[in-house]
């Protein structure tokens, strides 16, 4: 099998995955989506946008950064900040053994099942070049389309609490994506943008 019909199964595989979402989601242009496929093709645009030459694990690590995450739910656990960090840490392995035996199940063979794993289960956060290019993709998706949902449903944060979220959040980005987003590259979320700019400044 040739690598694109490899990778075009791995992506089929995926979306049929993240299609059994039964929470759904509507996009900029009023279409109805199962949420994680959406938020699935996010990625995978703005992935062609800010790193179009990206390797296909690379590609395939930023489609599976929320694969199947309804299965998983934060109210499972503790709601307090231990209880937050072990959800996100079963998470990362959750996502990235399920990307996994997808991956296994395309046909990949295991050394590139696990360079995927690596950067889904975010390993080596700016040491390993395929997690921190993940990353980047995943903060970028953030500021464009979740940043004003996630201020909307905390209109208790203050000014103060805000740039500390969008710093934590510039913080875990490359150069490269900083310079991306403030070119022009990504649409800001217009009513924080005062409060970006000053966070980054």
């Known amino acids: 099998m040739s690598q694109q019909a490899l990778f075009d199964k791995a992506v089929e595989l995926y979306d ?6 039964p929470n759904q989601e509507t996009d900029e242009n009023g279409k109805q989506w199962p949420k994680e496929l959406l938020y699935s093709h996010r990625m995978a645009e703005m992935q062609q946008r800010y790193a179009p030459d990206a390797h296909d694990a690379v590609k395939l ?21 231990i209880g937050y960090l072990k959800w996100r840490t ?3 392995k959750f996502h990235a053994d399920t990307a996994g ?17 690596q950067a889904v289960g975010k390993k080596s956060l700016k ?12 903060d970028l998706v953030f500021i464009e389309h979740y940043m004003l949902a996630f201020a909307s449903k905390h209109p208790e944060y203050d000014e103060a ?8 959040t510039w913080n875990k ?8 987003a403030l070119a022009g590259n990504i649409k800001l979320p217009e009513p924080l943008v005062p409060l970006i700019l000053k966070a980054v400044s």
Do not use: C
Not at 61 to 81: E, G, L, T, V
Not at 161 to 168: L, N, V, Y
Not at 173 to 180: I, K, L, Q
């Open 16 to 21: 049929a995955a993240n299609s059994e979402d």
């Open 61 to 81: 690590a930023i489609r599976a950064q929320h694969i199947q995450r309804w299965k998983s739910p934060r109210s499972d656990y503790p709601m307090d900040r």
């Open 161 to 168: 609490k805000w740039i500390d979220i969008i710093q934590k």
């Open 101 to 117: 035996k997808l991956l296994a199940q395309a046909g990949y063979d295991e050394a590139f099942i696990e360079r995927v794993k």
């Open 173 to 180: 980005m490359s150069d490269e994506a900083h310079a991306f």
């Open 127 to 138: 040491s390993n070049p395929d997690t921190q290019q993940m990353e980047d993709v995943v």
């Open 90 to 92: 079963d998470l990362y």
